[in-house]
């Protein structure tokens, strides 16, 4: 039997506390860093052929998050980091924010961000928002950061930093039409500006080329830093620098190859940044966090085997995300945490690590510093995978159970493209057997990690708290705000020089 030891794939992060100078340790500084689409089978610390030597070596010498759950796709994700609230609660769970529709991330929440500032840090963001951009007041440095450099939405070329899109012809929304339009800004509280200089330079080496920058010139006799840094790697499009191609040139998939090229360039990166500590002399009080935003595509050149499904999916494959802690303040390491946390903790962690404390009733995440400190049990018994009424998709967890019910998305299990599939009994799979089962699905993880026996049936019982706890959340369901909005031509980036720009809603 193979032990599945699983955290979601499809964008990866990674947070690093680093303790402010004149400020002591209990202040760690703070760089979360987020990989995009990243797949569970996509890193070398689970398996993956793909090189990953400094994730690695930071994997094995921290705690591996074994079951870290993420939403099934990016915008849900990034509001659960910012916000601590499961998406069904803030309107934000229907796929992702679109660029011609006029909507963020709620502005009457305080994002984390906020709250870290407000215990003194210097809180600068690098990299994809994806939290919404119409109106000035959704952009990062309006939501608590001091300086933002990078995408506000999502799937730019990654040399050009252009983004496609439509708009609608006209305010009735008859018709539409293609456009295109620069995505890189380089922000602050009282400057927004379009980033032209850095055309033909690919956004990962740019991106923590800006990380590097923000930390080098960081004052630690003002407070600590708080980095917030969500690759854009590796989403599509698929692009990668030649020297990182030639490594993979065994691989005869071709959106394999790129894909694996993009996370091995993503990985030196993330290497230059955390060497940008050690110069500073920060790295010893330093607690790095790595997990990833959801699972990866398959169509796209990623893999989460031998997880079912992928991105965009309530299967485990979508949602279970790769994830580690670094430190010197965990005070056990080395080896694979199995209790379970959920992107809605990220908040309450990050706040308490930082000596703070989060008191507000809305909040669904839970504090796991003292757990994560300590190798001490979770205190999380479940969550919401998503609750999404206009996708007809609902997915729970209660301790050991999943509930789903509606459309989950394709089920398959998807082994590595042309890569040897080292699973044993798992080698046998179905392309997509979801679509011959009309569901509802029960699936107990303990004894059946990669969802293959419904239980639906044969337990009614269970299926009865299911339910009920199922019921509980809808009382707090809040609408999508997706189907609230039409598109909406003011959006145009020939409007704003070309650019997508705020200033439209």
């Known amino acids: 039997m193979v032990s599945v030891g699983i955290t979601i794939a499809g964008s990866l992060l990674v947070v690093l506390f680093t303790?402010?100078?004149?400020?002591?340790?209990?202040?760690?500084?703070?760089?979360?860093i987020a990989a995009d689409d990243l797949g569970w089978n996509d890193v070398g610390f689970h398996g993956s052929a793909i090189k990953t030597p400094v994730l690695d070596k930071l994997a094995?010498?921290?705690?591996?998050?074994?079951?870290?759950?993420?939403?099934?796709?990016?915008?849900p994700s990034r509001?659960?980091?910012?916000s601590g609230r499961f998406p069904f609660h803030t309107g934000l769970q229907h796929i992702v924010i679109m660029p011609e529709l006029g909507y963020g991330l709620n502005l009457s929440i305080t994002t984390v961000a906020q709250r870290l500032k407000d215990l003194g840090y210097a809180t600068h963001a690098v990299g994809k928002w994806h939290l919404g951009f119409c109106n000035k007041a959704y952009t990062p440095t309006e939501r608590g950061f001091d300086s933002y450099f990078g995408y506000y939405l999502g799937a730019e070329d990654y040399y050009t930093h252009r983004?496609?899109?439509?708009?609608?012809?006209?305010?009735?929304?008859?018709?539409?039409?293609?456009?295109?339009?620069?995505?890189?800004?380089?922000?602050?509280?009282?400057?927004?500006?379009n980033v032209l200089t850095d055309n033909g330079t690919y956004s990962t080496y740019a991106f923590s080329r800006e990380a590097e920058a923000v930390i080098n010139s960081h004052d630690t006799s003002s407070g600590p830093l708080y980095l917030?840094?969500?690759?854009?790697?590796?989403?599509?499009?698929?692009?990668?620098?030649?020297?990182?191609?030639?490594?993979?040139?065994?691989?005869?998939?071709?959106?394999?190859?790129?894909?694996s090229a993009m996370v091995s360039a993503m990985d030196e990166a993330i290497g230059n940044v955390t060497n940008a500590l050690m110069e500073r002399g920060?790295?010893?009080?330093?607690?790095?966090?790595?997990?990833?935003?959801?699972?990866?595509?398959?169509?796209?050149g990623a893999n989460n085997w031998p997880l079912r499904g992928q991105k965009a999916t309530v299967w485990e494959g979508g949602t279970r995300g790769s994830a580690f802690v670094h430190g010197t303040m965990l005070n056990k390491t080395g080896y694979t945490y199995d209790g379970m946390m959920h992107a809605v903790d990220w908040y309450p962690t990050l706040v308490s690590a930082a000596g703070g404390k989060v008191d507000d009733p809305l909040m669904d995440g839970m504090d796991m510093w003292p757990v994560l400190q300590n190798n001490l049990p979770s205190p999380r018994q479940g969550f919401a995978y998503n609750i999404d009424t206009s996708g007809n998709v609902s997915a729970i967890r209660v301790g050991k159970w999943k509930y789903i019910k509606g459309r989950p998305g394709p089920g398959g299990w998807y082994p590595p493209q042309n890569e040897?599939?080292?699973?044993?009994?798992?080698?046998?799979?179905?392309?997509?057997?979801?679509?011959?089962?009309?569901?509802?699905?029960?699936?107990?993880?303990?004894?059946?990690?990669?969802?293959?026996?419904?239980?639906?049936?044969?337990?009614?019982?269970?299926?009865?708290?299911?339910e009920k706890q199922l019921a509980v959340y809808m009382e707090t369901y809040v609408p999508d705000l997706f189907h609230q909005f039409s598109p909406d031509p003011k959006c145009d980036p020939a409007l704003y020089g070309g650019a997508w720009s705020t200033g439209w809603c």
Request: glycine share 8%; with cysteine; net charge negative.
């Open 282 to 300: 920060l790295w010893e009080n330093t607690l790095m966090v790595f997990t990833t935003d959801n699972g990866g595509p398959v169509g796209f």
């Open 228 to 259: 917030y840094m969500p690759f854009q790697a590796v989403h599509q499009p698929l692009q990668a620098p030649q020297r990182f191609l030639d490594m993979y040139e065994h691989i005869e998939n071709k959106n394999r190859r790129v894909f």
């Open 60 to 75: 094995q010498e921290g705690v591996i998050l074994n079951r870290s759950y993420v939403q099934p796709l990016c915008s």
């Open 163 to 193: 983004r496609a899109g439509s708009v609608p012809n006209d305010s009735l929304g008859r018709g539409s039409r293609p456009v295109d339009g620069l995505d890189l800004h380089r922000n602050s509280k009282d400057t927004y500006s």
């Open 420 to 466: 040897s599939v080292r699973f044993g009994e798992y080698d046998q799979y179905d392309d997509d057997p979801v679509n011959t089962d009309a569901g509802p699905w029960l699936f107990d993880l303990d004894t059946d990690p990669l969802e293959k026996i419904n239980l639906y049936t044969s337990l009614p019982q269970q299926v009865q708290v299911m």
């Open 19 to 32: 303790a402010g100078v004149s400020h002591g340790a209990d202040k760690p500084n703070i760089l979360f």
């Open 79 to 82: 509001s659960c980091f910012m």
